[in-house]
C-alpha cells in the first residue's frame, strides 16, 4: 500500500467519523425531530397531511413556549 492511498483511508476514515459524530449531536439537539414526526405521522396516520417543516418547528417553539420545561433559559 503506497503511502498516498494510507493517508487517503486515514482522512476517509477520519471524515467518516466527523459525519458520524455531527449527526449524533444534530440528533441530540432535536435536528431529527421533524424526521421522526413525518415518519411517525405516515406510519401510524397515514391520511393525516404532515405540518412543512417550517410549520412543525414553529408549532414546536409555541408549545415549549407555553409549557416550559427543564431548559438552561
Known sequence: MSSAS???????RIRAWVAA?????NGMMGGHAYERYV??????HPEA???TEREF???????EDENP???CC
Not at 57 to 63: F, I, V
Request: charged share 30%; no cysteine; glycine share 10%.
Open 39 to 44: 415518519n411517525h405521522l405516515r406510519r401510524e
Open 57 to 63: 418547528w414553529r408549532a414546536k417553539a409555541r408549545e
Open 49 to 51: 397531511e404532515p405540518m
Open 69 to 71: 420545561s427543564a431548559r
Open 21 to 25: 459524530a455531527g449527526w449524533y449531536l
Open 6 to 12: 494510507t493517508q487517503a483511508s486515514g482522512l476517509g
